[in-house]
């Protein structure tokens, strides 16, 4: 799930909630930038100057002024009420009529940004020459003849901009600007949204690609996205441009907490004079070029290495994917077959038990969706201790020593063995100083093999308890959060905290009661998700599904070997442009040969490059416009299959999973399990509810019902709609199976 604050998870589940926001962003916009920037000096702008309406899109209400052109009885203005309680504030004007010079500043709270393009709306009277200096002291000059100003200069590593007006339009005149962008495009808030909606789903085993979809309707009174409106903003459309989703929610403060809901590309739309339509879909479906690079490799290559060849060979750079590094460790041997650059990306994941999806900002994704092995260790233990045994939830046995307390005449406690390891839990090798404090402070570390997000820790101490301890985690090496733990700490201590995704933490403990150790008899990483779906979250009871039960997954495992017989694969006769040729093969082969047939003395074919299912041949020799025969002879690999098979249930029919890249037997049981897991259950709701944009697809999630306060069901499609400010939204949700196994892995 999307992190948000608490004030927001608690404000969602009133029975009556506060107004919801949405802005659709079109072009490339710094969103820090636009949501932290702060207008300078605002003392020089007039009573009905509003700055924080700057940085929204919208149609602004403008006053008639004792100025050139700012007195129209067109009946777009507006006369100023006499009280200035009573001024309707937007935008911002100058209180000074422009006299020859005048700054306007704005600094980003986000701190140093890059600004890709600026669009700034100054209004009728803009300025026609100015310069934009930033901090860093670069200056540029524009020479402007339209209201709403643009330019593509990026601004490299800057945290404020200061516009300097040198000319305006006309002279003794204000100056206004009704909107400013830190970017290029177009924006649309709740004064231009009549509705919009969202659907976005997946498969939580990736046995079908994942999709994304988002309508939005505008008004169009203002004939604004009219096609035979020559200032049409509809004419800055284009299929594949990126569109920007956000969604907000206002929070009793009166502060509205925004999250980032789609970076998506708009495919179709169309305007009538009212409404105008706006459709995007996500990246994968815009990646239909075949790959045709599949290899066999003998040593084998990380699935992480193999989805970075794909990647690259689709154009798309590595700032705008994600691959889990979980998959550096999973070697496979066999090649991709001749598909489409998003199947294979989905041939990858799947055989990484990982999904292929794309996040919020619209990057590709490949990343784990099973509960990962554990592994537990310090940085010291008594020699009666083993910091492993934290992971088993058994009675420990509490032994006299020789520190604090850890003593007692109570029958308790039994005397230690001169050697051997006891069923005692973890027991620091260090022993706290009489402040309580260590010169080397104990360390627990729980590494796991994949990256995983989960809700809350729970750790059982022994009879002495720490004063303080810090838990970090990190993801590839980066920490990613820190919590510091000082007060409330019992012998089974319960931790209420919201984890972001890691793959490794650690639990430091840096005070104690003098003269102690560390004693810990258990350590569990809490659940997937705190969050819960409520009968009075529901318009109506959940609708279940009983799909077709499996009996048995059956994993295909794809054996290659070398053939010994020489085949011919090409035979073509062509007249030579002068370039190479690319021939791609049926059947996965090797060992390619190319040849011209009847050639002339000095002519030759030559392999520029191959793979299992295809082969470049360049010629030389062969002059361009000469008819010329070739032929290309390899060896094709033999091809075994053998079944790998997991029992799921006593009763259904078999399903046979296929994946190409499977060969190996160990990975094929991984596979096998993680995709009987998926089937053991069988069962599907439809939930109606109240919408919540902070729900991912593959979210692991609670449901309450009449039997179960709190099943657990992973989120395969998620839709929500949005209409004046209110939300709505559906689900559809499969039930985990074999949860308590599942969960064993890691507690």
């Known amino acids: 799930m999307y992190q948000t604050s608490q004030e927001y998870k608690d404000l969602m589940k009133r029975p009556v909630r506060n107004q919801s926001f949405m802005k659709v962003q ?18 020089k702008y007039n009573g009905f100057s509003d700055p924080t309406s700057l940085y929204s899109q919208h149609t602004v209400k403008r006053y008639a002024t004792y100025e050139k052109n700012m007195f129209r009885a067109d009946g777009g203005m507006y006369f100023l009420p006499r009280s200035e309680n009573d001024y309707s504030k937007d935008g911002i004007t100058s209180k000074n009529l422009f006299a020859g010079t005048f700054s306007v500043k704005f600094v980003f709270g986000c701190g140093k940004s890059d600004i890709k393009g600026l669009t700034i709306r100054f209004g009728e009277n803009y300025p026609t020459k100015f310069t934009i200096m930033t901090d860093s002291g670069e200056v540029n000059q524009y020479n402007n003849a339209n209201a709403t100003f643009e330019t593509d200069s990026v601004f490299e590593n800057t945290e404020s901009i200061e516009l300097s007006i040198i000319e305006m339009r006309f002279p003794n005149n204000r100056v206004r600007i009704d909107y400013i962008q830190f970017g290029l495009g177009l924006e649309y808030d ?20 994942p999709q994304s979809e988002f309508s939005i309707t505008l008004n169009n009174d203002n004939q604004i996205f009219n096609v035979d409106n020559p200032a049409s903003e509809i004419n800055f459309l284009e299929s594949g441009q990126k569109i920007n989703v956000l969604m907000g929610y206002k929070l009793d403060s009166g502060s509205v907490e925004w999250m980032q809901m789609h970076s998506l590309y708009v495919h179709e739309w169309s305007a009538d004079d009212e409404q105008a339509t706006i459709k995007a879909v996500d990246v994968l479906q815009f990646m239909s070029d075949e790959y045709h690079k599949g290899e066999y490799y003998t040593d084998g290559i990380s699935l992480y290495d193999l989805a970075e060849q794909v990647f690259a060979d689709a154009g798309i750079t590595p700032d705008e994917y994600d691959i889990d590094t979980y998959l550096k460790k999973v070697k496979v041997h066999n090649p991709l077959p001749n598909v489409t650059h998003k199947e294979a990306l989905q041939i990858i994941a799947n055989a990484g038990r990982c999904v292929l999806d794309y996040d919020r900002y619209g990057r590709i994704r490949i990343h784990s969706l099973f509960i990962p092995e554990c592994e537990t260790s310090s940085n010291g233990t008594t020699y009666y201790s083993d910091v492993s045994s934290v992971d088993v939830q058994n009675e420990k046995d509490v032994f006299a020593t020789y520190e604090k307390n850890g003593w007692k005449a109570d029958g308790k406690s039994l005397f230690l063995k001169r050697v051997g390891v006891l069923n005692s839990g973890y027991v620091s090798a260090a022993i706290s100083k009489d402040d309580g404090t260590f010169t080397q402070n104990p360390v627990i570390t729980r590494t796991l093999e994949a990256k995983y997000k989960s809700y809350g820790l729970f750790i059982e101490f ?11 985690t990190y993801a590839d090496n980066v920490l990613n959060d820190t919590l510091v733990i000082s007060s409330g700490i019992v012998q089974e201590f319960e931790i209420q905290y919201d984890f972001k995704e890691y793959d490794k933490m650690e639990i430091e403990f840096t005070e104690m009661p003098s003269n102690s150790r560390v004693h810990v008899n258990y350590i569990s990483i809490g659940s997937e998700t705190a969050y819960k779906i409520e009968y009075d979250d529901l318009y109506s009871t959940p609708i279940g599904t009983q799909l077709d039960k499996v009996k048995n997954i059956k994993v295909a495992r794809y054996l290659y070997s070398k053939g010994n017989t020489l085949d011919e694969l090409v035979s073509e006769t062509f007249t030579y442009d002068g370039n190479s040729s690319i021939y791609y093969v049926s059947e996965p082969s090797y060992g390619y040969v190319a040849s011209i047939q009847n050639g002339k003395s ?48 006593n009763r259904g029919n078999d399903k046979e999973w296929n994946n190409p890249l499977i060969s190996d037997l160990e990975h094929s049981r991984e596979l096998a399990e993680w995709v009987g897991d998926y089937y053991s259950s069988g069962i599907e709701y439809e939930l109606d509810y109240r919408g919540e944009p902070a729900i991912d697809c593959g979210d692991t999630i609670r449901q309450e019902n009449k039997y179960d306060s709190s099943l657990q069901a992973v989120v395969e499609e998620s839709q929500i709609s949005y209409d004046a400010g209110a939300l709505s939204g559906g689900l559809r ?12 892995r890691l507690v």
Do not use: C, H, M
């Open 190 to 209: 709740n004064e231009w949204i009549k509705e919009a909606s969202s659907t976005t789903s997946l498969s939580a085993i990736n046995d079908d690609l």
């Open 733 to 744: 949700t499969r039930r985990k199976g074999n949860v308590e196994r599942a969960k064993n």
């Open 26 to 43: 079109l072009g490339l916009i710094n969103q820090d930038a636009q949501q932290s920037a702060e207008l300078q000096d605002q003392e």
């Open 462 to 472: 022994g009879n002495i308890l720490p004063k303080k301890f810090i838990i970090r």
């Open 602 to 649: 000095g002519q030759s074919a030559s392999i520029v490059s191959s793979g299992a299912y295809y082969v470049e041949i360049a010629l030389s020799g062969v002059s361009v416009g000469a008819e010329v025969s070739i032929s290309v002879r390899g060896y094709k690999y033999n091809i075994s299959t053998a079944y790998t098979v997991q029992s799921v249930n």
